[in-house]
């Protein structure tokens, strides 16, 4: 594995997937049930920005940075930089970006529970370290595949919940690998809420994957939301990313309305900038 995020901490996509995941988390603290979290790839946490690998590609500028200038009057987007703003409440500036697991973290009442993998032997440790680590509410299986992980840890005792799984897709099976683990996700959880990130390079095979999840068996409503921040053009790096979601929270469905089109016009880097929401299998 050669993958490592902190070169794109904080970029246009972290963006993306973890506001709308903050969005998704808020809904589940809505109810008394406790819920639980299964983070398939939870990296290692905490992201310093001023470290030489995250200065190399400079991708927070054009992300988080941007938007937090911009979407302090967002009230969609508060609980989501609360977080990140917490995080650097002892620095003069933007330095420290958290992760999926500890954002997650963050919206845990006394009963939640997340469970986070993460396969990379160093990032593991790097995980085991942090704050995550001592939290009593949370369970660090690494170094362990987040794939393997859904069979040991669904359907969970809490009974509602997310799994997210947001793999690096360096490798050309990924896509098959996702499709297989949802496969297993639903026979196990058929009720649970699957937030699956997927970055767009190729449409030919993101259109292949989105054909091959609507031809699993007795497969939930599905929701399909997608932002590209530029045309395509493969010199500049990743233009694009995507949610296939698994039976998303209502409130996700009525929030990425509003937050598609704000995220498109805060992160557009030129005029192919867009974005669009549908459902790949109905209720």
């Known amino acids: 594995m050669n993958y490592r995020h902190i070169f794109h901490a904080g970029n246009f996509s972290d963006v993306f997937k973890h506001l709308l995941l903050a969005r998704a988390l808020e809904y589940f603290q809505q109810k008394d049930k406790p819920y639980f979290v ?5 990296g290692i946490g905490y992201y310093d920005l001023q470290g030489d690998e995250a200065v190399r590609t400079a991708e927070a500028e054009q992300g ?3 938007f937090s200038e911009q979407a302090a009057n967002e009230a969609l987007a508060s609980p989501y930089l609360k977080v990140v703003e ?7 500036n933007l330095r420290y970006y958290p992760g999926s697991p500890v954002i997650a973290a963050e919206f845990l009442r006394e009963n939640d529970r997340l469970v986070v993998c993460e396969l990379h032997r160093e990032d593991a440790e790097t995980l085991k370290k942090t704050p ?6 949370v369970q660090i299986l690494a170094p362990m595949d987040g794939y393997q992980a859904v069979r040991a840890q669904l359907p969970p005792r809490e ?6 799984i947001d ?3 360096e490798n050309t099976t990924e896509f098959d690998d996702v499709v297989s683990a949802l496969k297993q996700c639903l026979k ?6 699957f937030a699956i990130w997927y970055p767009i390079k190729d449409e030919l095979k993101t259109a292949a994957f989105h054909r091959d999840v609507a031809a699993l068996a007795g497969i939930p409503k599905t929701l399909i939301i997608e932002l590209n921040i530029r045309a395509n053009d493969e010199r500049k790096g990743l233009h694009g990313c995507g949610f296939l979601w698994v039976n998303p929270p209502y409130g996700v469905v009525k929030d990425s309305e509003q937050l598609l089109p704000f995220l498109c016009k805060v992160l557009a880097q030129d005029n192919g900038a ?3 929401s549908r459902w790949l299998v109905g209720e």
């Open 38 to 42: 299964l983070d398939t790839h939870g």
């Open 64 to 66: 988080i940075a941007r």
């Open 86 to 92: 917490t995080l650097n409440i002892d620095s003069d």
């Open 132 to 137: 995550l680590g001592k939290n009593r509410q």
């Open 159 to 164: 009974k509602r919940g997310l799994v997210l």
């Open 167 to 169: 793999p690096p897709f």
């Open 188 to 193: 196990r959880w058929q009720s649970g809420s």
């Open 274 to 276: 867009n974005f669009h």
